[in-house]
């Protein structure tokens, strides 16, 4: 996949990494709100509306770690509860929107490879289910570009657009995470360096 452009490699950081992905054309009065999009299926919005609450209380959950730690431990204990149950959801869910496939992903957007062309300037909406912590995200975006490759799929590029500051948080602290992971696989297949 090539770059999706030389200001956001900047800007963000990208990585490689395979999530559930169903892209779907935006009606113009779709494209043009600033409210949040909702999907059809109360599983997914489910899902979204989890994560979000659950990135949004963190910072409550610190403080009270702060002056309680009995209280903290049992609200962590079921935070961890909620996440198996999202995870069960999240299985449900990509038996609906598709098997994970290929992307890059940064905090401005995604590229990936579709059977169908979209004109750029477009704009789509992207349901994403990012594993394995199994967050839901419904994002508006732009296409920044749509190649067609020589193997038959179009390789297309997205910038999201009207993403509220809990999503974008949500998706750096994915991707930051995934980051780590990726280096540390990477650490345990090389193994320590010969000295």
């Known amino acids: 996949m090539s770059t999706i452009d030389e ?7 990208r990585i490689e990494d395979r999530i559930a992905l169903e892209i779907t054309p935006l009606s113009a009065a ?8 909702q999907d059809d299926s ?3 919005n ?4 989890l994560h979000l609450s659950e990135f949004e209380s963190q910072h409550l ?11 903290a431990a049992f609200l962590k204990a079921q935070n961890k509860r909620i996440d198996l ?23 401005g957007g ?44 179009y390789e297309i590029g997205t910038e999201f657009v009207d993403i509220s500051d809990a999503q974008r948080q949500l998706l750096a602290r994915y991707i930051l995470q995934r980051q780590a992971q990726q280096r540390r696989q990477a650490l345990e297949q090389n193994g320590p360096a010969a000295s």
């Open 42 to 44: 109360p599983l997914f």
């Open 7 to 13: 200001e956001d490699r900047r800007e963000y950081y």
């Open 110 to 153: 995604i590229e990936f490879t579709h059977a169908n062309a979209f004109t750029p300037g477009s704009r789509v909406a992207l349901k994403m289910v990012l594993m394995p912590r199994a967050s839901g995200l419904l994002l508006r975006a732009k296409v920044t570009h749509c190649d067609k490759k020589a193997d038959g799929p």
């Open 46 to 49: 489910l899902l979204s509306e």
């Open 85 to 107: 149950l999202s995870a069960v959801v999240a299985q449900t869910l990509i038996g609906e929107i598709g098997a994970p496939q290929p992307v890059i992903l940064s905090e």
């Open 61 to 71: 959950l610190r403080q009270l770690s702060e002056k309680d730690r009995t209280l």
């Open 30 to 37: 779709e494209a043009l709100g600033t409210d949040l999009l």
